[in-house]
């Protein structure tokens, strides 16, 4: 008897052994594979967000004159932004484009061009020497740091205001600037 009550004993330490390797293998997994399973509740996509300047600067001034104007970036533009508006976790701006169109007169140069995050002052994307001619989708030069800070803008509240910001080196100038801020949107989709 005192064999057997061995063997069992034995037995019930060794499934012990045994059991505590496994459970913490299977919480490793668990606590590991959570981050997993957040990740594939997401869902992202990218849109493209319009924001378009028209620039009717009236004034005659061949010396040059330095202009700014403020305009809304809303990401609700996007339907999908509007669906997934509670739910979004990242906003990341990838690149901005801009085209030129409507241009009278032509030959008038645009310096020191600049987007800004408006309330900060930010710089988001620059622009320098720009004859003021007709041109589709050509890419702004991009500021990493400014790219955040509108991204964490458009996060908090989907929307920021951008500042056009340079100087003409003659007036009086009119056209439009149709920009695209190309972006990169996730949400958690439950």
């Not at 004034?59 to 533009?77: F, H, I, P, Q, R």
Request: charged share 20%.
């Amino acid at each position: 008897m005192y064999f057997a009550g061995y063997k069992a004993h034995t037995k019930i330490k060794m499934r012990r052994q045994h059991v505590l390797p496994i459970a913490i293998l299977l919480t490793l997994c668990t606590l590991s594979s959570c981050s997993l399973f957040d990740k594939m509740d997401d869902i992202s996509f990218d849109t493209e967000l319009p924001l378009e300047f028209v620039i009717d600067e009236q004034d005659n001034n061949s010396n040059g004159k330095d202009y700014s104007t403020v305009k809304t970036l809303d990401a609700t533009y996007d339907p999908e932004v509007i669906k997934y508006a509670n739910k979004i976790k990242e906003f990341k701006i990838n690149k901005i484009t801009y085209s030129i169109s409507a241009v009278t007169p032509n030959g008038v140069t645009f310096s020191n061009g600049k987007l800004i995050v408006s309330s900060s002052n930010r710089t988001i994307a620059l622009a320098n020497n720009i004859s003021i001619a007709s041109v589709s989708n050509v890419e702004l030069t991009k500021d990493p740091g400014g790219f955040n800070e509108l991204a964490s803008m458009l996060l908090a509240n989907k929307q920021a205001d951008v500042k056009l910001d340079g100087r003409f080196n003659s007036t009086p100038i009119k056209f439009t600037v149709s920009c695209k801020f190309y972006v990169t949107v996730t949400a958690n989709t439950l």
